[in-house]
């Protein structure tokens, strides 16, 4: 779906502007996403597969929910709905503890310029994860990891493509802020 965006500066504020994704894509404007890192109470992580069917990095493990933020939506709404969307999860706001706000500003050889800040929150999954619903268009699969499981894959994730490649920093300070919350 071509759905409309904000588009912000370089530094992330509002320019009180929108465009379609494509034309976001396509030249390259900033914009906001919602990324939301689930979290068993053990400390398991939820890992989502990106679907066959995503143009970039298909196929690749990456966060447990993640989706642009539509024109005239908060953050926290868009994290919302698209945790509904793409693992039929529903969550509150209450439920969302921010962790930063990630700068990624990548080319892609197929032409698409994705110059996005990850607004970044982590939330405890209250399901079982044989409850969720991932939705086809976007996840492939859904998997729970240990810290150390995850920790693990981080170490050799240059050389196994297994995550997304230019995430590592980002994925090393999720790691850090559910660490911290689970021990």
């Known amino acids: 779906m071509d759905e409309r965006i904000d588009i912000v500066t370089k530094t992330g504020q509002e ?3 929108t465009a379609l ?27 989502a597969q990106r679907s066959v ?5 298909p196929l690749l493990w990456d966060v447990s929910v993640a989706g642009h933020v539509d024109a005239g939506e908060t953050i926290e ?43 970044t929150y982590i939330a405890k999954l209250p399901v079982s994860i044989n409850k969720l619903k991932p939705q086809p ?12 499981q995850f920790k693990l894959l981080l170490q050799h994730s240059t050389n196994t ?15 850090k802020a559910i660490t911290l919350v689970t021990q």
């Open 15 to 17: 320019t009180g502007k």
């Open 21 to 47: 994704k494509s034309e976001v894509h396509d030249k390259g404007y900033h914009h906001n996403t919602a990324h939301i890192w689930l979290y068993t109470a053990k400390g398991d992580i939820l890992l």
């Open 53 to 57: 069917k995503k143009v970039i990095c």
């Open 77 to 119: 709404q868009a994290a919302i709905r698209e945790t509904q969307e793409e693992i039929g999860l529903t969550i509150s706001e209450f439920d969302l503890k921010k962790i930063g706000v990630f700068p990624c500003f990548q080319s892609y050889k197929n032409g698409i310029i994705d110059n996005e800040f990850h607004h």
């Open 137 to 148: 268009e976007e996840v492939d699969a859904l998997q729970l990891v240990t810290l150390d």
């Open 161 to 175: 493509n297994y995550f997304v490649p230019s995430n590592k920093k980002y994925y090393e300070s999720v790691l």
